[in-house]
């Protein structure tokens, strides 16, 4: 056990550095395990861990595509190497009903695609390649050939603080870079990928069998591991009720098919004593229980999670196979060790954590430390044991825990444990005999469905189902020693105090400006969100894009960040124009957190010159539109009609923010007629230190006379990374460097934020540049040549 601790830490302190070690740095770790020494031998551990995850994390790094080759387009011949995800072409969605009346039923049928793709001729190209090809008219399935021109990037994603790290999950999968397609043709080449075809032709059935069926995505998901069709209301509903783990294929299903498989084998063995002479019944169930696992595990993908979870299972049945069931701690380590040696960088995925101490605290609590119990008490102990040792991971991993969780998987699994292998027997009976199988099949799928509207009516009636929190390391530190002593054996003088350990994660945070305001301009991609905080306060300008199922900055970016930092209730929400840029994420913000009051285009008060209020010692103020703008001004006008055109950007909100005499200027889309009227009607409020560029930094806005007038020392370019409208144009970037600006761009830095007092404005801070991680891109300078 130490030895894996051991081994473990050395791998996880590699992870933890901003880059890999160089050769000299190893040669000279690697020199003091060659002296006769005491503690040699704990030091080499420590070593190997080292040097086996700095191994592994360059191959991933050198499997990469350049940075400098981004966007560059080559034809690729190769094979799609996961079952695709599909959703209905976010382009379908948005047409309006007359433009949609005359359309063809092909183009109906246009689907946006996400998957991976293995080149068959690597030459200088990753292994793995995500794919997502949108609008496309053709079926894919897993394991087909096709010759795909590719639009590649090398991996990059939005980074925020709280936010998703799609980059980690990019250098963790081995996938060296992402691409568009440009064209296709099928190819010929149909041979490998027998497991993926074989998992194909199940969701292909089960489309047949289940046409419309409101349970299908859940039973794909449970089946083989298809969670393409679950919706992010789905998600929504199982991270808040703390039931996401049942649609992850891991430990717990491979579980209930281990113990329905073992219970019905033994009885069976059971029943012809000649049998049970050859062999016991515990071990021939336990062969079966044990074939039935890898089958299921394969079927379902295996994915790491799976293969954890089979690895564990395998030592562990090996010891009590040996009839020696104090070995299964040290199974169990074992298996840490051989999954943690073949790919170290299993350790960045929170599945592995969450895995293996769920089993080793269930293994913990049968085998009776923490004293008797009946079975339905041991059942009642062992839910809340688990909901407890989990609960620091879970708010290290996913910024939050859930109070419903304990109770609903108390009535969940359960369930579950009948209903999977059900699934699984009605799946078989239905490809065997259709008479018989699909009417339990659809009676199964039914009650599954059941089980995930119960769950959605405790997400939506709980009172705060869903507690959001980021606890600094100390107070995560302080409840894992809560969790030991709450393991601990009675009689430990210090074993009462367990639960006070808990509660430091559920108190507030407190990270709001104690004096001015804390503007945060966000990483939304192509789009504006801005934070702005002041010491009791928080508005809200603007929300991101959405893209229907595919993408929405309110849910994964905004949200997250104002959890993050404490703030559950907005005073304010500013949506400056009805482009879906800025709009789009504001209905997950209004679903997800409380807001007091909006304004501007999504809200009955349009914003108008001359409001203004104050909070905490900061002044606001809208600039535009101007009194004369039509009402719809800063909303959805028809943007067909020349008038439409106009105001589409120049009726946005302009929003001023000052503490003293320093400022920010937030002017959204506004192009140089808006501008060019500001300057006629208020150019003494112009002046400010902070502008965010208008309209992301576009050629139509930031015009000369409007940038000598706001003299800004700090520019800020809310434009996403590489993005196909070339933003920020150069002629612009020249006019801010002509003014001596700092320039910062939300795309290549990551969310940008500073500080702003009456005494001035703060150091800038560049999320991409302040947390760097091997995994991550260097942040690109600007101005970029993206011409």
Not at 327 to 334: E, F, S, W
């Amino acid at each position: 056990m130490p030895a894996v601790a051991l081994f473990t830490a050395g791998a996880l302190a590699v992870l933890a550095l901003p880059s890999l070690p160089s050769l000299p740095w190893l040669v000279g770790l690697c020199l003091p395990a060659l002296l006769p020494w005491r503690w040699r031998r704990y030091y080499a551990l420590v070593l190997l861990g080292i040097l086996l995850s700095t191994w592994r994390a360059q191959g991933s790094l050198d499997g990469r595509w350049p940075l400098a080759d981004s966007d560059h387009e080559v034809v690729v011949e190769g094979r799609i190497a996961s079952l695709p995800e599909r959703r209905l072409s976010a382009g379908m969605k948005e047409d309006s009903a007359e433009d949609a009346e005359g359309q063809s039923e092909e183009r109906a049928l246009k689907h946006d695609w996400r998957f991976l793709f293995s080149p068959l001729d690597r030459g200088a190209l990753p292994p793995l390649i995500r794919v997502s090809w949108y609008r496309g008219e053709q079926i894919l399935r897993g394991g087909d050939c096709w010759r795909l021109k590719l639009r590649l990037r090398a991996p990059h994603g939005l980074l925020n603080p709280s936010g998703y790290d799609y980059e980690q999950w990019l250098f963790e999968q081995g996938i060296g870079a992402t691409a568009t397609v440009r064209d296709s043709s099928s190819c010929q080449e149909q041979s490998g990928y027998w497991l993926l075809r074989a998992r194909q032709q199940v969701v292909d059935r089960l489309e047949q069998w289940l046409p419309g069926n409101p349970a299908l995505g859940l039973v794909a998901g449970l089946a083989v591991g298809d969670r393409s069709l679950l919706q992010e209301k789905d998600w929504d509903t199982f991270r808040i009720t703390g039931t996401s783990h049942l649609m992850a294929i891991a430990g717990l299903h491979i579980g209930m098919v281990v113990a329905a498989v073992f219970f019905v084998l033994r009885w069976l063995w059971s029943a012809f004593p000649a049998l049970c002479l050859r062999l016991p019944a515990q071990k021939a169930a336990m062969l079966g229980a044990v074939l039935a696992a890898i089958v299921y595990a394969l079927m379902s993908g295996f994915e790491p999670p799976a293969q954890r979870a089979l690895l564990m299972l395998l030592f562990g049945f090996a010891a009590l196979w040996l009839d020696r069931p104090s070995l299964v701690p040290r199974a169990l380590a074992m298996a840490w060790l051989l999954i943690v040696a073949a790919s170290p960088l299993a350790l960045l995925s929170p599945g592995l954590w969450l895995s293996f101490t769920a089993v080793a605290a269930i293994f913990y609590v049968i085998s009776g430390r923490l004293g008797p119990h009946r079975r339905w008490r041991e059942l009642l102990v062992l839910q809340l044991t688990l909901s407890l040792v989990l609960l620091p991971l879970t708010f290290f991993f996913f910024q939050g825990g859930g109070w419903v969780g304990p109770l609903a998987n108390l009535v969940v699994v359960p369930v579950f444990t009948l209903l999977l292998p059900a699934l699984l027997v009605s799946l078989g009976l239905a490809w065997a005999c259709p008479a018989l199988g699909l009417p339990l099949l659809t009676w199964v799928a039914q009650g599954i469905y059941w089980v995930r509207e119960a769950l959605g009516w405790a997400a939506t009636h709980a009172p705060q189902a869903w507690v959001a929190a980021s606890p600094p390391p100390a107070l995560l530190l302080l409840a894992m020693l809560g969790m030991v002593l709450l393991l601990a054996p009675r009689g430990l003088p210090l074993r009462g105090f367990a639960m006070l350990c808990f509660l430091p994660l559920f108190l507030p945070l407190d990270r709001a400006p104690r004096e001015g305001f804390q503007l945060t301009a966000l990483d939304v991609g192509q789009g504006l969100s801005v934070v702005v905080r002041t010491a009791h306060h928080t508005l809200l300008f603007d929300a991101g894009p959405a893209f229907e199922d595919l993408s929405d900055a309110g849910r994964s970016v905004v949200v997250p960040y104002l959890l993050g930092e404490g703030v559950h209730e907005l005073d304010l929400m500013i949506i400056s124009h009805a482009d879906l840029d800025h709009r789009g994420g504001a209905p997950a913000v209004r679903r997800l957190l409380e807001v007091d009051r909006e304004i501007g285009a999504l809200s009955t008060t349009p914003c108008r010159v001359g409001q203004n209020w104050a909070w905490d010692g900061v002044a606001f103020e809208i600039l535009s539109p101007p009194a004369d703008a039509p009402p719809e001004a800063n909303s959805a006008l028809p943007a067909h009609t020349r008038e439409g055109r106009w105001w589409r950007n120049n009726g946005g909100c302009v929003l001023r923010v000052s503490a003293g005499d320093h400022a920010a200027l937030l002017p959204a889309d506004i192009e140089a007629p808006m501008e060019k009227r500001l300057l006629a009607d208020m150019p003494d409020k112009l002046r400010a230190d902070i502008l965010l560029a208008g309209h992301h930094g576009s050629k139509t806005s930031s015009t000369q006379p409007f940038v000598d007038a706001v003299q800004p020392q700090l520019v800020i370019f809310p434009a996403g990374w590489h993005n196909r409208f070339h933003f920020p144009r150069a002629p612009v970037v020249d006019r801010y460097l002509g003014e001596g600006a700092e320039l910062h761009m939300t795309g290549n830095g990551g969310a940008v934020s500073v500080l702003v007092t009456a005494a001035g404005v703060g150091e800038v801070g560049d999320w991409r540049a302040d947390h760097p991680r091997l995994w991550r891109e260097p942040a690109e300078p600007v101005p970029l040549d993206l011409e």
